[in-house]
């Protein structure tokens, strides 16, 4: 009997008994969580999907397949976020998605395209000159999700990014193989001096305008001649593209300077407020917090 007993004793020992409220409230966790915050992150799956696509469709030398993906993939990017906001269904898990896949979408993705087109025959240096410009997107994307987090940025800082963003570091630095598709030879080493240009520009303190205040409203007379030109720029992106990818890239790198010269606009009117004190006080007026949070978008691409 002793020997019965202990036998039972011994083997109840490791088995503890399971707690059902701990139990019931994980379940209560996983079923909680609302479809809507679903979609922008498969939205940005599908956009990884695409970069990656790119980079064997690159390596089978169909390179023109290849830089569409990188095209679809940029505007995947670009939706995702307003989706997000739309839907209310942001995420600080789909902010940290979307920035690890924005690196392998327009950092890796298009290094990896760019060495194989025109870079490899330089050796070493064309191998250089990709990852380089790998490690700057990476490198800007960090600086992005630290700067969005600064409780002291200006109410006017969301208008801007601090140095090119990745979307159009991806879409730009492919230019020389825009200008190959229409018979201009572009050669090696201008491609290699370009590509590390355009990786500078990406980790640079230029201040581009980030278009995120464009779109949220549109005006109702607006509404008809919006989509008029939305539909007009996706025909001709489909039947000219390497023209109309040429000509974008250029009016983009044109209006570079545009940024900057706002960004000095609005410094000298928070120096002139900040001289003159404000009416019925002894300091400058503050910035509305209300402002702030509208201004930093919510998502990290």
């Not at 990745?166 to 201009?184: E, K, R």
């Not at 000095?264 to 009416?279: F, I, S, T, W």
Request: hydrophobic content about 50%; charged content about 15%; proline content about 8%.
């Amino acid at each position: 009997m002793a020997g019965r007993g202990a036998t039972r004793y011994i083997f109840g020992m490791p088995y503890a008994p399971r707690d059902p409220e701990r139990h019931q409230r994980r379940i209560q966790r996983l079923r909680q969580i609302p479809v809507r915050r679903l979609v922008p992150n498969v939205i940005t799956l599908l956009a990884l999907c695409a970069g990656l696509t790119g980079i064997r469709l690159a390596f089978e030398e169909r390179y023109e397949l290849a830089l569409a993906a990188i095209v679809f993939a940029a505007m995947l990017d670009a939706v995702d976020g307003r989706v997000a906001r739309m839907i209310r269904g942001t995420s600080r898990f789909g902010a940290e998605l979307d920035s690890l896949a924005d690196f392998v979408n327009f950092g890796v993705a298009p290094g990896l395209i760019l060495y194989h087109w025109g870079l490899s025959p330089l050796g070493n240096m064309g191998w250089i000159a990709a990852m380089v410009f790998a490690i700057c997107a990476g490198l800007r994307l960090a600086r992005f999700n630290v700067q969005i987090e600064d409780p002291g940025r200006p109410h006017w800082a969301g208008n801007f990014f601090t140095g090119m963003p990745a979307p159009a570091g991806a879409i730009t630095v492919l230019l020389p193989m825009y200008l190959g598709f229409l018979g201009l030879h572009v050669p090696g080493l201008v491609t290699l001096i370009y590509t590390l240009v355009i990786a500078a520009l990406m980790v640079s303190r230029l201040p581009v305008l980030s278009g995120k205040q464009i779109g949220n409203r549109v005006p109702p007379e607006m509404v008809l001649p919006v989509i008029v030109v939305v539909v007009l720029f996706i025909a001709l992106l489909v039947s000219y593209p390497w023209e109309v990818l040429s000509v974008g890239t250029l009016v983009y790198l044109a209006c570079l300077p545009l940024g900057w010269w706002l960004q000095q606009r609005y410094l000298q009117a928070d120096a002139a407020l900040a001289a003159a004190p404000a009416e019925g006080g002894d300091g400058p007026v503050p910035h509305r917090e209300a402002d702030e949070k509208h201004d930093r978008p919510a998502r990290l691409n």
